[in-house]
């Protein structure tokens, strides 16, 4: 008896549509690291599309950020606290000072060095991009309970750890 053939759903291509594709929404099973990747990738994009309405890339939003948590950091340990490169930090410094957002000092204890600073400018702007980004993040883990939140960024600190790699914001 000849194998019969496989039942249609709509939208298959023998009736002319595109066919469905299986929902790529993660499963309880899903790796943790593909995990955390795509929800770092929600965060980016909802974070990013905030910071273009300040007319800022996320990069400039994490520089700037970096620089108000962080200060008298010298370019080099602000490129090894963010994961970045010399040229480019360098780079992205110099496109921040040009926009008025931040500004650089000469290190007291290496004149060869540079340390850079938010201005008030910066400041504002970042402040601006993090209150947009914090109703951003707000909606997106809007279903999950407080408790649940709490136990999540607990939880996340205990993977990060005190590892030597800093990892890359940007």
Excluded: F, N
């Amino acid at each position: 008896m000849p194998a019969q053939p496989a039942s249609r759903t709509a939208g298959s291509e023998s009736d002319g549509e595109a066919p469905q594709r299986p929902a790529l929404g993660p499963g309880p099973d899903s790796e943790l690291t593909w995990l955390l990747h795509r929800a770092a990738q929600r965060m980016h994009t909802l974070v990013g599309a905030e910071a273009e309405r300040h007319g800022l890339s996320l990069r400039d939003h994490i520089v700037l950020s970096a620089l108000h948590k962080t200060a008298d950091l010298t370019q080099m340990e602000l490129g090894q606290a963010l994961g970045v490169d010399k040229t480019t930090l360098t780079a992205e410094i110099d496109r921040l000072e040009k926009m008025g957002l931040v500004s650089r000092r000469v290190d007291p204890r290496d004149r060869r060095a540079r340390i850079p600073a938010i201005t008030p400018e910066g400041d504002a702007v970042r402040a601006a991009v993090a209150h947009g980004a914090e109703a951003a993040e707000a909606a997106a883990i809007g279903p999950v309970p407080a408790d649940q939140i709490v136990s999540l960024r607990r939880i996340l600190y205990l993977i990060i750890g005190s590892s030597e790699d800093p990892g890359s914001c940007i």
